[in-house]
C-alpha cells in the first residue's frame, strides 16, 4: 500500500510502498481517507532536535485522520466493515491504573501513532479496537480528521470551568484558534487572544477573539492588565505558544486565584519566578496533553452534533495525499490554519 | 507600652517602649499573651536581602499570637473585652471581589501584620474585628498562638484531596512537620519526607513520616519512585523547602495525574522543564499562602477539637519575651522547631 | 416616609406613612428607586397558608431593588452618599461558620428583608453595609432592582457545570426564563422547558429555549428523551417548578449520573422512588436558594458587563409605586414575568 | 460442575450440577475458591418481591469472589493460567458513554452476575477480562473475596471528601460498619452511626465509630444534633439502612450545606419534605450504586496495601460451599457481619 514514510535521519518525507499491516484479533483496519497536517509532523518532516531523538525510521508518519473500517479482528464485536471512524491516537498498555481510570494518554506505555508507531498517513492503518472512534453521520469528514487537535483544544479548555470567566489563549496556532471557539461556545465571558503574528491574530479575531495582543508591543501587558475588571488579571489563561516568554507573560497576566493551562510544549528549561508567579497570587496550574479516553471524544462530538461551533471554516487547505509537499509547504510558509491531505481526491 | 521592634536597616531587634495603638470603631484591641515566632521573623532579625526590600522601620514585628480582648471599638459587638483570641494576619481591604468571596488572603491590599504594619510582638495590638477570632476553651494558649503556621500546613494539605492519596513533604521545618501530622489525619495512605538535615529527618519519623530520604544522597529519587506503586511516583507533593533544588525534585517524585502544592517561598528564578515536569504528566500546581479566610481556621479548629493531631509536641521552647534574643538564636541554630514568645511569663 | 405595609393577618397591602428607619453605626441608609416584584410578595399579598404561618404584620414588604445611597453609618467607609446600589437581602449573623465562610445564605439566624424583617417596599431602607452591593454605572436600573431573582437563577445553573452540558428548565416562571437565558451564556449545548402554561412555553422559546415540552400531554416524557443522545436523557435538570410532579418529571427526565438542582419549593410532601430517581443512576442533587454571598453576586455582575446576557426584555411591566395593585393584579393573572414598582415615576 | 442454584420461583438454594461454562474469545474462566454473602443473596434465597420481580430462574446466584485464572480465550493477554483474581461484577456493554468514561456501573446494558446473569456461586465462572481485578499477593483471599461490598462501601465514602469532616453511617449493616472503618481511614474527624440494632451498634463502636445512636429512642435526634458544633448537625450522612425512617432521618441530622449519599434501596416511595430537607439546607445528595472502573477498585487495593485498614475482623464466619444453608441461617439470624463461602475447605 502507500504510505508517507521518514526513511532516515534527514530532511522530508516519502511517499513509497509498504506493507499492508496485519490485523491482530482485537484490531480494526482502516482505510485512511482523510488526514490533518500536525505542527509536530512538520518537525519531523524537518527533522529537528526534537525529532532526530524521539523518531526512529523508518515510520509512517501522521495521526490525525478519518477512514472507514475495511476489517476487523475476530474478538472484535462493535465495529464492522464500512463503519466510519476516527480515532484515538494515543495507545496506552491497557492494564495500568491510567489506562483503566480513563487516563490512558498519560499511561507509562502510551505510543503516538506515527511517532512512536506506524501512522495514519498511510492508505491503511490498524488500530486496536478500543482506541477506534465511531463516527456520527452528522461530522462532516473534513472535521473528523481533526479529532485529535480538537481535542487537544477541548481537553485545555474543560481543564478548568470556563463558564462565567474571562479567558485568553497565547498563541494564536491551530489549536490556539479552535480553543478560541471552543471557549466561547463553553460560556466563556470574553476570549482574547495573544500573538506575535500579525496574520493570526487577524484570525483570532475572525474565530471569535474579542480583543488581540502583540506580545512584541512594549507596554502590552499593562494595556491588557488594564482592560481586566479591577486591572488585576484575567481568570484563565491557555498556554499553547510553548514559548519561554509566553509562558512567562501567561503567569503575569492571570489574576490572583486564576488559572493557566500548559499545552505548548517548551524545549529546555523555562526560568520561573516562583513566588511571584504562581504562589503569592494563588494561581493553580494544569499540565495538558492528549485527550481523556474518552470524555474529551464525546465533548466533542457533542458540540458539534448541538451546532455550538463550526470546525470547517479553519480548514484552510485541502491536497490530494501526493501532493503532501505543497501541504508542508503551506505550513512551513505559515499560511494555513489546518490542512487536510486526502486520499479520496485523485 | 513595651515591643519589640526593627528599629533600622540593620540587623537585631530591640524592645523598647511604643505607643499603645487606638482602637478604631470597628477594632479590638488584644493584650498579647503569647506569640510564635516564625522564619520570617528571622529573616527580619538578620536583615537579609528580602527583609530590606520589604520592610520599612521602624516597625513592630511579629504575626503568630494569641491574647485576651481589652477593649473593642464602638462598632465591634461580637467581642468583649476578656475573649479569647487568636487573628488572622493577613488585613485584606475588605470590599474587593476576593475579600467578599473568601479568599482576602489574595486582596491586592492586602497588609501583613508584623511586615507591612505594626505586629504582635507587643504587649497590645490592634486588628479589625474582622480578623479577630474567638478561642474555644479547648485550644491551649501555646497552640492558639501557631495557628497562623498551623493555618499555612491546613491550607496547603486540603488545597487537594488527600485521602487515600500518598504524600510527601519536601522539606521538613515548623510547617513541613505540621503538615505531616495534619496529612496523616486527613486520611493520606503514606506520608514521607525529603529533608538534607539529619536531626529535622529525625523529627520528621518522630511526628509521623513513614519514610525519610535525604536529597543529598547520590540515587535517592530512584530509592523514592521504587518505593511507589508501579514505581510511578507519589500522588500529592507538598512543597515546603523553597529551594531551587527542592522544587525541581518535587516534580520529578510526582506521578503522572499527580499534584504538587507550592508553599515554600523561592529566591529568584527557578529553571523547570515544564514539559517533563508538568505538561506531558498532566501534574496540578497549585500556589499556596496565608490561610482561606475562615475556612481554614474552622479546619484548624475542628482538628483540634476532635482530637485528629497533637501540636502540642511541636512546640519545643517557650522563652518569656525579654529572651526574645534566645530564642532567635535557638531558631538560627536550627533547633527549635516552634519557639514561644510569652508575655505571660516574668 | 410611604410604605407598601401588610398590616395584619388578611389579604392585600396598604401604601402608608411609616416611620424613616433609624441608621446603625454600620447600616447604610438607602433611597429605593427600583423594586421587583416577586412570586413571594404576591403569597404575602394573598395571605396563604405559608404567608400566614411565616409573616408577622404588620411589616414593610419587598425584597428586590436598587436605590442610592442617602447616609451611611458612623463605622461605614465603602459607601458614601450619592452611591447606586442594590443589595443582598439575606441577613446573616455575620459571625458564625457560614456567614465566615460564604454560605451566609443558610446562616441559622438569617433573616430575609421583606419577609422576617421590613423589606424595600418602601421610599427608604437599612441595610447593614456588609449586604450592600454597589452598582455599576453600566448596569441599568431595571436590571439592578432584579438583582435578587437574577442571582436565584445564576446561582442555580452555576451550582453545576452547564457547559458542553444539556440543560432542562422545569417551570418557565421569571426565574425559569432568566435560566434559560444563563444557561444558553453560561455554555449549555441547549436548553429545554417543560411548562404547562402555552403562553410561559412560547416566552421560553423566545428567550432562548431550543425546545419545549407540555407535562400534560401523554406521552411527553417519552418525546422528551427519544430526543435526548443513546436516549438516556438530559445531563442537568434545574427543577423551578416546586410542583411534585415537577420534582418526580425531573428525575426521571435526567441521564444516569446526572445532576438535579432544586430551587422551586414544593409545599408538604414529596413522594420519590429513590432507588429509580436517585440511587440506581447516580444522580447528584443540589438544594439550591438564595445566592452566595458574593460569588454569585460578581458572577451576576459580569455577565451583563460583558453581554452575555440581557435581561431587559424580561422585564415586561413597569408601575410608578401608587399603582402597587396593578402590578400585583398583572401578576395574579399570570401575564407579566418580571414588574416594576417604581418610586421615581409619578 | 457443583453450582448454587436458584431453580424455581421458591425459597431456597440447590447445590447441583450444571454445565461448564464456555470460555469466549475475551474472556478469563475463574476456579472460584472463596465467596461472600451478600444482603441481596439473602433476598433471593428468600425470593422476596424484589427478587421474584428481578431475578429469573433457573439461575447460578452470587457476585462476591475471589478465584485462580483456569484458562483464558485467544485474544486475552493480559492474565494467564495461575493468575490470583477477583472481579466487577457489573458488566455493561463495553461501547457506551457509560462504559468508555469509567461509569459502567451505570451503563443502561449492565448485567450483574448473579443477579441478571450466572454468579459466582459455582465452582467455575467466566467474566470477560475487562472485568477481571488480578489481585496483589498481600491482600488475603478472605478480603479478596469481598472486594463487591467492600468497593460499595469505598466508593460510597469517597463520594465526597471525608477529611476533616464529621460523618455519620445510618444503618449499621456490614457495608455501613465497612464504611466505619473506611471514613476513618480517610481522615473523618468523628464516625458516628444510627442503629436501631443493639448488637449492630455494639459492632460500630468495636468497629470505629465514636457515638452510636438508637432511632427507636424518642429524642435521639436532638441528642445527636446537640453533639454536633453549634448544634447544626453532620457534615455528610451516609445512608445504608433503605428504609424510609433512616432516610428521613439522614436530612434531619446533616447540616446545613452538607452532604448525604444514598445507597441503601428503599422499597416503594419515600415522602420527603424537600423544602426543609434539601433546598432550604442547601443540601448535596448523591445516589451511589456498585463501584467506580476502576477508580473505586484500586482505591480498595491501596488502603489495604497501606494498612489503613482491617477487614479481616468484620469476616466473622466462614464455611464450606456445602454448608450454604447454615451460612444464610446465619445471616437470617443477623448473627454475622460477612460470611464467606468457601470452595476449598472440605
Known sequence: MPALQKQGPTSGFTLTEVPLPTVAKSDVLIRIEKTGVCGTDVHIYQWDEWASRRVH????????????????????ENFK???????????????????RTGQGHICR?????????????????????????????????DVAAIFDPYGNAMHTVMAQAVAGKSVTIMGAGAI????????????????????????????????GASAVFDPTQAGWKDQFLAATPEHVGVDVVLEMSGSAPGIRSAFEIVR????????????????????????FKAVTVRGING???????????????????????LITHRF???????????????EGVKVILDWTQA
Open 57 to 76: 525510521p523508518p515510520l509512517v508518519i501522521g495521526h490525525e485522520f478519518m477512514g472507514i473500517v475495511e476489517e476487523v479482528g475476530e474478538a472484535v
Open 81 to 99: 466493515p464500512g463503519d466510519r471512524v476516527s480515532g484515538e491516537g494515543h495507545i496506552g498498555c491497557g492494564h495500568c491504573y491510567f489506562c
Open 109 to 141: 506505555q502510551v505510543q503516538i501513532i506515527g511517532v512512536d508507531r506506524s501512522g495514519c498517513f498511510a492508505r491503511f492503518m490498524t488500530m486496536q479496537h478500543g482506541n477506534v472512534w465511531k463516527l456520527k453521520p452528522e461530522i462532516p469528514s
Open 176 to 207: 490556539g484558534l479552535i480553543a478560541c471557539k471552543i471557549a466561547e461556545a463553553a460560556g466563556a465571558l470574553s476570549v482574547s487572544a495573544v500573538e506575535p503574528n500579525p496574520r493570526k491574530r487577524q484570525l483570532a479575531i475572525d474565530y
Open 256 to 279: 490572583p486565584g486564576g488559572e493557566v493551562a500548559l499545552l505548548g510544549i517548551p524545549s529546555g528549561d523555562v526560568g520561573l519566578n516562583l513566588s511571584e508567579a504562581i504562589i
Open 291 to 313: 485527550r481523556l479516553m474518552f470524555e474529551t471524544w464525546y465533548q466533542c462530538e457533542r458540540f458539534l452534533l448541538d451546532h455550538k461551533l463550526d470546525l470547517m471554516p
Open 320 to 334: 490530494p495525499f501526493h501532493q503532501y509537499k505543497e501541504a508542508f509547504e503551506v505550513l512551513e510558509r505559515g
